[in-house]
């Protein structure tokens, strides 16, 4: 090109540059690379590992190792020194060498931290090749290792250790715990299990392609990562499709999840709305929203009503909602969506059958159900789970802990011996603050009372583990519907042991997912936004009508009385269960009873009131069959192993 030749590129670098530093100095941000030495002043403690020579992504390089010559450059490393500088003039003769045939062939030397890379010596070379776009570049490494911590960013740092081990590469850094896992399953590949170089070249060209596509949307500007825009991706698409599309298709598919991929990297991705969405009131809000005449639904199931209670209660909830609504809705129903083909066979033919309001009962049903919504972004789509960080599905489930907070008195105050038995169903998002309402409940009533936690998802009989424990009184599952039927066959609901050896039902909580869903149709009837800006899950309770409480005849009238006087304040929302002193297991105060919680905290709940002795299981000691819903809904995703991918 000759010395002109690369002294007009070292312009145009200059001129990127001066905007950059122009336009990051203007939103007052830091126009100059990072500096680790700066960064690590706040963490004293960590070690360093040298590391062997090898080539690193270019774009993982944010800064130096020490302020000595950031000046000279703007973020991104782009020079911002003038031409007739010595910087400028070794500046263009490595853009010469870069050029030719000689090339930029020495390593430079750089520091990692927590991913990102930090330039020691070589700031120049990687100046040069950065303008040119160069992918990859040689590096010494020395890697700068943190204290092991709680916090979630380190500990998915440690998560990348071992997947560096395994795989030698640094493409992805992910910021949640368990992400490395989950890419892992997608790619069809075991935790520990050693990559070829097969494996690590066909995932860096596809990710590379990705990448290209990310960041043509827009995505680095907005601050949103590539890699987990990719999870995101792969829960829709299968990886074999990322060697497979050109450039235009995979940014077709990208920009159908965009909205998900900017909710998702939300802090707070998730709103939980805890009342029906609100109808629009003015003629001007109807004008802008305007309402349906008549809506289309459709009910995709695991199984059917005669094998499953569960299913059985949606259905009931869908014939509520016919003759809620009548005319202005058709509904229908699709059974034995048991396997993710059978649920997007059933969805698509939902689909083609009309449906404009989808709902899927079971949150095993979500990776199907989010498949069909981002190939139909025009319909209506609702999962039955909790906390998804999804704008094109949202999620629904109901706050069953205020009817356990009633039960929990009832059996308090009836358990002569102190000692209340509760069997637990899955370590799942809520179910922890349902057992601590229910021990609240019966504290309240029995300042004595102790509570004796066993679990059904787990192996033996959780019943018979309660009676050698000592309890008469006994909380089982809720009752599926409002049918005091249930109560009578002992294995729903609350009751206890007689002294004949029969079961005497007391109470259960009821699910009235009929009046669930008729407030959402009903919503979407009347013009109510209820999707597609923003991940929102509906979680409601008594004062929607979506939970009561069923009570037998054989509780005391006295009991009675009082469960309908708690079951009010509930509704009307005199009454909050955990707004009062409240101390966890290990003694630890939880609540000094100047407030309750947040919908946030009563949700990932994931600790036990001091009067329960018992324990929260682990995802490895669950019987088999209950590990598929712990998988969607567990306290804690990370420490779950995710579902391998089958690989064509």
Same mark, same amino acid.
């Given at each position: ?170 493409? &992805?850094? !992910?910021?949640?715990?368990? *992400?490395? %896992? ?5 790619? $069809?590949? #075991?935790? =520990? ?103 289309? &639904?459709? !009910?995709?199931?695991?199984? *059917?009503? %005669? ?5 059985? $209660?949606? #259905?009931? =909830? ?331």
């Amino acid at each position: 090109m000759g010395l002109l030749g690369e002294k007009e590129e070292y312009m145009k670098a200059l001129r990127m540059g001066q905007k950059v530093y122009k336009e990051l100095s203007a939103a007052g941000k830091n126009p100059y690379p990072a500096v680790l030495d700066d960064i690590l002043a706040d963490c004293p403690e960590y070690s360093v590992q040298d590391l062997p020579a090898q080539e690193i992504p270019v774009d993982r390089v944010v800064g130096t190792k020490s302020a000595g010559r950031t000046a000279a450059f703007s973020a991104g490393f782009l020079p911002l020194l003038e031409i007739d500088s010595e910087f400028a003039s070794k500046w263009v003769n490595l853009c010469a060498d870069h050029l030719s045939d000689v090339g930029i062939r020495d390593p430079i030397l750089c520091y990692e931290y927590l991913g990102d890379f930090y330039v020691q010596e070589g700031n120049k070379r990687l100046s040069v090749l950065k303008y040119f776009g160069a992918a990859r570049i040689a590096s010494q490494i020395k890697r700068v290792l943190p204290p092991l911590s709680d916090e979630p960013r380190i500990r998915a740092y440690y998560e990348f250790l071992d997947f560096y081990r395994d795989s030698r590469l640094y493409d &992805v850094q !992910f910021r949640r715990p368990g *992400d490395y %896992a989950k890419l892992l399953a997608y790619l $069809g590949m #075991e935790p =520990g299990q050693a990559w070829t170089d097969w494996d690590r070249r066909s995932f860096s060209s596809r990710y590379f392609y990705f990448k290209e596509a990310f960041n043509s949307l827009g995505g680095s500007e907005k601050g949103l990562r590539a890699e987990e825009a990719l999870l995101l991706w792969l829960q829709v698409y299968p990886y074999r499709l990322l060697g497979e599309m050109g450039t235009k298709e995979l940014k077709k598919t990208l920009t159908s999840l965009w909205e998900d991929v900017q909710t998702a990297a939300e802090p707070q991705g998730v709103k939980l709305k805890t009342a029906p969405p609100e109808e629009p009131k003015s003629l001007l809000g109807k004008l802008i929203t305007p309402a349906p005449e008549h809506v289309n &639904v459709a !009910f995709i199931h695991q199984r *059917d009503p %005669a094998e499953s209670t569960w299913t059985r $209660g949606h #259905e009931q =909830g869908r014939q509520h909602l016919e003759r809620a609504l009548g005319d202005r809705v058709s509904v229908k129903s699709y059974f034995h969506a048991d396997t993710t083909e059978q649920a997007a066979a059933l969805l698509e033919q939902a689909v083609a059958e009309g449906a404009e309001l989808i709902f899927t009962t079971t949150p095993q049903l979500l990776r199907p159900t989010l498949k069909a919504a981002v190939k139909y972004p025009k319909l209506h789509f609702f999962n039955c789970s909790a906390d998804t960080p999804l704008s094109s599905v949202h999620s629904y489930y109901c706050r069953i802990f205020e009817g356990k907070f009633i039960t929990g008195a009832i059996a308090g105050a009836l358990a002569e011996n102190d000692r209340v038995g509760y069997i637990g169903s899955y370590p799942i998002l809520g179910v922890p603050a349902s057992i601590n309402a229910f021990a609240l409940g019966a504290q309240m009533t029995n300042p004595r009372v102790r509570i004796a936690l066993e679990w059904s998802c787990l192996p033996g009989s959780a019943t018979e583990a309660l009676l050698k424990r000592g309890a008469r009184v006994i909380s089982n599952r809720d009752i599926p519907v409002k049918d005091p039927q249930y109560l009578e066959h002992g294995h729903f609901g609350t009751y206890i042991l007689g002294g004949d050896g029969d079961l005497v039902p007391l109470a259960s909580p009821c699910w009235l997912w009929g009046k669930l869903y008729e407030n959402v149709v009903r919503s979407l009837l009347a013009g109510a936004k209820t999707q597609k800006k923003g991940a929102v899950n509906y979680w409601w309770g008594m004062d929607s009508g979506v939970i009561d409480v069923e009570l037998s005849d054989r509780v005391p009238e006295s009991l009675r009385a009082l469960a309908r006087l708690l079951a009010r304040d509930l509704r009307e929302g005199r009454l909050d269960p955990f707004r009062r002193r409240i101390l966890a297991q290990d003694g630890t105060v939880k609540n000094e009873g100047l407030e309750g919680f947040s919908p946030e905290e009563l949700l990932h709940m994931d600790w036990l009131c001091e009067n329960v002795e018992g324990r929260i299981p682990e995802y490895k000691e669950l019987l088999p069959v209950s590990q598929p819903l712990v998988r969607e809904l567990g306290l804690h995703p990370e420490q779950i192993p995710p579902e391998k991918e089958a690989q064509p």
